[in-house]
């Protein structure tokens, strides 16, 4: 199965995703201007759909991140009936696709008043629903220490994440995003690491899409 992965596109839907078996976004689609909870959601209705409708993947599998407040209002009961078929969005959730069992979660450490954040205590209770035998991990946030370096050389990733991941033999792929500037693809062990931000740290387009 041909995987391509993309994280961090902050409204910006013009980059070329390319094509494969499975599209996987690893949160923050939302423009980074100020909406309201329901001003936010009406243009994931009247963008973000129609766009994901195009992208010539199978499946199109997606998280929210700490950008996408109206994720905060509406259920993922809701998003989901919003979507085209083979579309799947996942709140601390899990789908099986072609036997590949993928989990989703939006949470990441707490920095200044954003969405989808707590502190590490709660960051432990959320991970642990994490199921045991998951294949691929899409969470917003990077495990603490893997393509997290901020530009200030500040690891922002989350040490419960990392220490949750420590206990998933079956887990191959953990895909995130969150920290731009850490964008890239590393193996440690069995699992591969994937930042699939597609902007800079700023708001400037990347050129690159994560093959896996």
Not at 29 to 53: A, G, V
Not at 70 to 78: A, I, T
Not at 162 to 181: A, D, P, T, V, W
Request: proline share 4%; with cysteine.
């Amino acid at each position: 199965m041909k995987i391509i992965a993309a994280s961090d596109l902050h409204g910006n839907l013009n980059t070329d995703m390319g094509f494969g078996d499975m599209l996987i976004i690893a949160g923050d689609i939302s423009p980074m201007i100020h909406f309201s909870m329901d001003e936010q959601h009406d243009w994931f209705k009247r963008n973000f759909i129609p766009w994901l409708e195009t992208l010539n993947f199978k499946y199109k599998v997606f998280i929210l991140g700490n950008h996408d407040f109206f994720g905060k209002l509406y259920s993922s009961e809701v998003i989901n009936k919003e979507l085209p078929p083979n579309c799947h969005y996942l709140f601390d959730q899990e789908v099986i696709i072609e036997g590949v069992k993928i989990y989703g979660t939006p949470w990441s450490p707490i920095f200044f008043n954003w969405a989808f954040m707590r502190s590490y205590s709660e960051l432990e209770v959320l991970f642990s629903k994490i199921s045991n035998d998951t294949n691929i991990l899409i969470s917003h946030s990077p495990p603490e220490g893997i393509l997290d370096l901020t530009w200030g050389q500040e690891h922002a990733g989350s040490l419960a994440l990392k220490r949750r991941i420590s206990q998933l033999n079956m887990l191959k792929y953990n895909i995130f995003g969150h920290i731009h500037e850490g964008h890239g693809q590393i193996k440690n062990g069995n699992i591969t690491y994937v930042n699939a931000s597609i902007l800079d740290n700023g708001t400037n387009p990347i050129e690159i899409n994560y093959e896996i």
